[in-house]
């Protein structure tokens, strides 16, 4: 890649983790990184653009790191595979989820390449997911129904709290006695546990038919 190109995508990259995609101009972006305007459209065209691909370089890497936990060695059957994987995704979430969260609050303040990346999300890391549920179900590991259904179960009890939470965060808007009770939500080790219970939930028991 261009050094030019790289060094607007690292310097935009650590303006939307501060601030988001909303608070990322053009204009700022180009003094941030020593560059100038006429080198931006060159490499970019628009910002509209370069967002799109600043977001794929962002996340790119992430998808990486799950399919690579995913197909890492011989698990012994669906559901521990599917269990490695959204420990490693929580983990992903704790770390990123200033980005994270600025990205979810972004789409809903009307940023196109925000939106359009949520969009596009179900073909990626929750498509892997999803995979591992039906294959679970099919070894009989995990209960019977919809496996949207129980994917929808278990992200909102494991790693919605986390995103959550973080905004709240984020927005300044929570009082202070909301403290204790946002220690509980946005925190990875408490979503592991969360984790741990929904899976335990969600078995099979012993006899029931498939």
């Known amino acids: 890649m261009h050094p030019t190109r790289q060094k607007l995508l690292d310097t935009g990259l650590a303006i939307a983790t501060d601030k988001g ?18 080198s931006f459209v060159y490499h970019f065209g ?8 600043l ?46 969260n600025h990205l979810f609050g972004d789409a809903l303040a009307g940023e196109g ?6 969009l596009s999300l179900p073909r990626r890391h929750p498509l892997l997911l999803l995979e591992q549920v039906q294959r679970a179900q099919a070894e009989g590991s995990l209960v019977a129904g919809n496996p949207v259904q129980l994917m ?19 927005l300044g808007w929570l009082p202070e006695q909301a403290a204790p009770f ?8 408490a979503a592991q546990q969360r984790l741990v219970w929904a899976l335990r939930g969600l ?8």
């Not at 770390?95 to 994270?100: D, K, V």
């Not at 078995?203 to 498939?210: I, V």
């Open 203 to 210: 078995r099979r028991p012993q006899g029931e038919p498939l």
């Open 182 to 189: 946002l220690a509980h939500i946005d925190n990875p080790e």
């Open 21 to 38: 995609l909303r608070g990322l101009t053009v204009r700022e972006l180009a003094a941030a990184a020593g560059v100038n305007l006429s």
């Open 46 to 53: 628009n910002r509209d653009a370069f967002i799109d691909e």
């Open 113 to 118: 390449a925000a939106q359009r990346f949520l």
């Open 152 to 170: 929808i179960f278990i992200m909102g009890a494991v790693g919605l709290p986390l995103v959550i939470a973080g905004g709240g965060r984020q």
């Open 55 to 100: 977001v794929e370089l962002w996340y790119a890497p992430l998808f990486d790191e799950l399919k690579a936990v995913a197909t890492r060695g011989a698990y012994p059957d669906a559901l521990t595979q599917f269990e490695a994987t959204m420990q490693a995704l929580i983990a992903l979430v704790g770390r990123q989820r200033g980005f994270i």
